[in-house]
């Protein structure tokens, strides 16, 4: 029943920085972790970063780790994926989904849902 709304997605340039937001409702937000995850065409969701329900603890893929930084503003419903030093292949749909297993540190497209509509990230010159 949790609906998840991603925006913040546009053109960028290489080595640019965009803020991308995830707005949830109809649940408990502060209950969930959650995730980013993106898809370029032709390729698998992958996994970009998660953050535990208070944000305390997060965890990145080793592609975006030390570039990406997600975070969330549990009074706001709301969870952000803060990418700086943007590369040509980080271009890609990128969705945000609530993680609704119990698997530690987990990765897998699986153990995520309620995924939102995504937003569109491109970086090129």
């Known amino acids: 029943q949790v609906q998840l709304v991603e925006s913040g997605g546009g053109l960028v340039q290489p080595g640019g920085s965009l803020r991308l937001s995830c707005a949830a409702s109809?649940?408990?937000?502060?209950?969930?972790?959650m995730g980013w995850f993106r898809q370029a065409p032709g390729k698998e969701r992958e996994f970009v970063a998660a953050?535990?329900?208070?944000?305390?603890?997060?965890y990145y893929a080793d592609s975006v780790k030390g570039r990406f930084i997600i975070s969330r503003d549990n009074a706001k419903n709301t969870v952000y994926l803060q990418m700086s030093s943007l590369k040509p292949e980080d271009t890609a749909v990128y969705y945000c989904?609530?993680?609704?297993?119990?698997?530690?540190?987990?990765?897998?497209?699986?153990?995520?849902?309620?995924w939102g509509q995504g937003t569109q990230v491109t970086v090129s010159s």
């Open positions: 989904a609530v993680k609704k297993s119990a698997s530690i540190l987990t990765r897998a497209l699986a153990d995520f849902g309620s």
């Open positions: 109809g649940g408990t937000f502060s209950g969930y972790a």
């Open positions: 953050a535990g329900r208070s944000g305390g603890i997060t």
